[in-house]
């Protein structure tokens, strides 16, 4: 039963009580009524004061009574009034048991995630203790293995000497039986500038035909993709081959204009070319700072030369041996390699950077060309200067070696190409034009197989050929609209091939 049900039971119980004793007193106080609503006049002053202190007594009764009813009334209204607060206690006792099972449900499953991830962890620290131990077994090899390099590096160091010396006797014993041929006269190079000259090499025998003036571009070939720095002729072919900023060489049929071959494995732009007298083997120098050797019959790298500090700028290969390899770099070094063995055998340091260099005809003598506008000579085995001359008031750009071999073409940045005995290095002849200008530090000029011509290109695009004996402009070929960067002339007496900025080949006729 509710506390509001007891409320009004005690109000029912208490009205019933009041009227109970009401009808009480009224039955009692009757007689007494009756007896002064009648004239008795015997009745004494005693009955009347017992009727008014009935009365009296009376109104007391009912003010008790109206007290009754105030209070009834109150304790009800504060009954109501707990009653509402009891509910409100009781919604939000409710609402509080809903919330803490709401928590309950939450902080049980923060517990299981809790539990996974003390699993996790527990699983990554052991893993992690693994690898630590890994890790030590691993450093412990690591430095093994760093000791045993050591010792395999001081005992290849150790087999390098002694192959330098075992060299190095090889190159007397070489030097001493040359200087006997020659004193017996067994050794001759007969070298002649006339139509069909033979030169003999260690391969047999080359043939040269008389070179013709070209006027007509046959061929006009998109070669490379920003720019084409070197292009050169196999021997005994009228295969071309180019090298080109976007680290590929190409190898391409000029009688037809289409592309035969490509190698690739260059890690840098081509700045130059050379290839072996037998055809086998092609030399490209690199912007880095490597030279790269492929085999041209399987078109795979067979070496990279490694040792320059700078970007290689020029390279060629000895006319006398395929093996001995010469290269120039911006770090003040020029370096002759064995392909064979593929590594460096001498090493030349100068001042001033080498732009373009050749192996002479004997393969005794280097020529290079300097950034300080100097031509000097160097031997290949003491890597002593043996003679120079100022050659350029401003940069070598080139060097190019007559087909006898007692002569060589260089070209400057003074927009100058002389020409020189290379025995006592007198000036044989210089060649000029208005138009003419040397567009870049590495622009490579030739002479015709025959060494009656002599061609360049210019920045404006042309290309300017000149006649030895006259001294003259024969002829202006113009087709391509970026700066020349280099000529070369088959050796078979034509075509002529140029190259320029903008990775475009051309052949001429």
Known sequence: MSQEDVAREAIKHALKALKKRHLVEEGAHAPAYIALSRPIISQGSEWKE???????????CYKAQSRLSEQLVVEVAESRALKASVQEKETAIAELEKELTQTRDVCSQVKT???????????????????KAQ????????????????????????????????????????????????????EKLAQEQV????????????????????????HRINAHEGGCASILFEYNSGKLISGGQDRSIKMWDTSTGSLSHSLFGCLGSVLDLAITHDNRFIIAASSSNNLFVWDVNSGRVRHTLTGHTDKVCAVDVSKVSSRHVVSAAYDRTIKVWDLQKGYCTNTIIFHSNCN????????LTICSGHVDGNLRLWDIQTGKLLSEVAAHSLAITSISLSRNGNAVLTSGRDNLHNLFDIRSLEVCGTFRATGNRVASNWSRSCISPDDNYIAAGSADGSIYIWSISKADIVSTLKEHTAPVLSCTWSGLGKPLASADKNGIVCTWT
């Open 50 to 60: 017992k009727a008014e202190n009935l009365e009296v007594e009376l109104q007391q």
């Open 113 to 131: 995630d809790l539990e996974e991830k003390i699993r996790a962890l527990e699983l990554v620290m052991s893993e992690h203790q693994e690898l």
């Open 135 to 186: 890790l030590e077994q691993l450093t412990l090899k690591a430095k093994n293995a760093e000791a045993e390099n050591k010792m395999l590096v001081d005992r290849w160091m150790l087999q390098k000497m002694q192959d330098a010396e075992r060299l190095n006797e090889a190159n007397a014993l070489y030097e001493d039986m040359i200087k006997r041929l020659k004193a017996s006269g067994l």
């Open 195 to 218: 139509d069909g000259i033979v030169r003999r090499s260690e391969e047999g025998a080359e043939f040269f035909a008389e070179s013709t003036i070209p006027s007509l571009c046959k």
């Open 356 to 363: 373009a260099l050749c192996f002479s005809t004997d393969g």
